[in-house]
Nanobody, 124 residues
Framework: QVRLVETGGGMAQAGDSMRLSCASS????????LAWFRQAPGKEREFVAG????????TYADSVKARFTISKDSVENTVYLQMTRLKVEDTAIYYC?????????????????WGQGTQVTVSS
C-alpha cells in the first residue's frame, strides 16, 4: 500500500512563494505518475500539475502554468510543487496523488493513491 504524505502548506500573502512536498512510503516505479490536485471550499477537486516518474513530461493546469513547477527526487521518492506568485484564488487544500500508469491524467478518478492534503491559504 502506497502512503503519500504532503507537507509544506501554510499561510502566505499574494505574490509569495511556497513549496509543497509529497513523500511516498514506497518507491515509485517507472510506470507511476504523480500529480497535485487542489480543492477549494465549495468547489470540485481540480488538477494542478502532474509528472510521470520515468518521463520528463510535466503537465500543468492553465491557471498555474508559468507560476508552479512540479519536480521529483528519485532518491527521496518525493515530488515537489514549487508555487510562485501566489494568488488568493490558489487557496485550497492541496493533495498529492499517484497512479500506476506512465501518463499524466487530469481527472481525479484516474488516481489510485491519495495523501491526506495540506492547506494553503493565500491572503491579499
Amino acid at each position: 500500500q502506497v502512503r503519500l504524505v504532503e507537507t509544506g502548506g501554510g499561510m502566505a500573502q499574494a505574490g509569495d512563494s511556497m513549496r509543497l512536498s509529497c513523500a511516498s512510503s514506497a518507491s515509485f516505479s517507472r510506470y507511476d505518475t504523480l500529480a497535485w490536485f487542489r480543492q477549494a471550499p465549495g468547489k470540485e477537486r481540480e488538477f494542478v500539475a502532474g509528472v510521470s516518474w520515468a518521463i520528463n513530461n510535466p503537465t500543468y493546469a492553465d491557471s498555474v502554468k508559468a507560476r508552479f513547477t512540479i519536480s521529483k527526487d528519485s532518491v527521496e521518492n518525493t515530488v515537489y510543487l514549487q508555487m510562485t506568485r501566489l494568488k488568493v484564488e490558489d487557496t485550497a487544500i492541496y493533495y498529492c496523488a499517484a497512479r500506476p500508469f506512465d501518463n499524466v491524467a487530469t481527472p481525479s478518478a484516474a488516481y489510485v493513491h491519495w495523501g491526506q492534503g495540506t492547506q494553503v491559504t493565500v491572503s491579499s
